[in-house]
């Protein structure tokens, strides 16, 4: 058996363990491990193992992860998400649909400073979600304005994803958090826009909320202020050279940490949570990490990645092509797993096929059929991957954050909560298609601030 054949029996058996529950993490070592064992031998498996953890985790730029997860988990504990929500509530209330519409923007700016979607989603739903009630919002549009409005957590920066697929692609950090900023932004003013045009359609889905009195708008607005110091310092930062993210991400820590207690917000009982918490991200992060490290070496050495590439480039399919081909299977891919899962387990695949239709390493931007070279291809292609990827947070039958505000919403069928995030799914589509059509949207930052 030759060893493609044996790299793609890996991959069927792989698929296999995840669609009956097994943790991805397990499934990733056991068929990356036992694939090298059949490939190499099993002394070449505890030769790896021996130093693999070691040098997997000793990647400087990983320690940012750790940090940005405290960062949120400390967030979501100090009131921030209720003083967001607050303060877009006073600021778009009034509007017909604008109770929905706030939570939009307050799940943008807790996103900001959490970089996890689901941590977004549950914890926006715990504040928005009542509000939306009182004011009769039909169930369909308040669920489903909350479980699409977490998926903004995985690409304004901070990001933990992100930083997952810059350090896959070898693409520098701090440039991909530049280059999120601007789609991000296009994501929270499609949502509003499709939250109108909704309300326009069906009324009495999205009533009128109440106007805030003078002193609740001064108030509410001077509550949230805090938000913005903390991502402005931290992003601000960063995009300013000022820092580099892990120490951004400390920085963040100790400041969202002193408004917690400042605020008396944040007791011991809660710093305690969210570092358990952190720990157990964290450990779950590392732990895939190893098994997409492993999986990645067993398909390698089996040429899976490299026939592929040599596959879809004598295809005959245009570039562009291939592109949407790419962008689709991700979709489907989200049916399956969550978010980390997907990038780990497809970038190794995908990103050389597209380098292979871009002309290789070394291509110019006027040579390369994309327009762009390398740099600017892996940069453009993270940002539609982790877009696409958000698709599966709320698409059936996975659909996590959709699962995490039905259990929120017991009142709602979880039918309802699908159907309400719908109108938002097509709003993805259609940001994906003008960020295809207009690179230059995800690349100008990048360009500006590194000039």
Sequence with gaps: MD??????????????????????????????????ALLNGPMIVMSQLKDLAYGQFSIYDLSVVPLFVLMGAIASRSGLSADLFRAANAWLGWMRGGVAMSAIAACAGFGAVCGSSLATASTMGRVALPELKRYNYSPKLGTGTIAAGGVLGILIPPSVVLIIYAIIVEANVVTMFKAAMIPGLIAVLFFILTILIYVLISPQS?????????????????????????????????YLGFFNPTPAAAVGVVMVAIFGLVRGQLSLED????????????????????????????MSRGGVPQAMAEWMANSGLAPMTTLLVLLFALILLGCLMDSLSMILLAIP?????????????????????FGMDTEDLKIWFGILALIVVELGLITPPVGMNVFIISAQSRDVPMRDTFLGVLPFFGAEIVRVAVLIAFPALTLWLPSVLSG
């Design 3 to 36: 060893s493609i054949t044996i790299g793609l029996m890996g991959l069927g058996v792989l698929i296999f363990l995840i669609a009956i529950r097994v943790p991805i993490a397990y499934s990733m070592i056991v068929v990356g491990g036992a694939g090298i």
């Design 206 to 238: 999205g009533p009128k909320g109440e106007s805030a009195s003078r002193e609740e708008f001064i108030t509410a607005t001077l509550n949230v202020l805090p938000v913005g110091l903390v991502f402005g310092v931290v992003i601000g930062g960063i």
């Design 271 to 298: 710093a305690r949570e969210a570092l358990l918490e952190t720990a157990r991200t964290a450990g779950m992060i590392y732990l895939i990490l190893l098994g997409a490290e492993l999986l990645k070496i067993f």
């Design 349 to 369: 695949f995908f990103w050389p096929v597209l380098v292979e239709m871009n002309g290789g390493d070394f291509v110019s931007a006027a040579d390369s059929p």
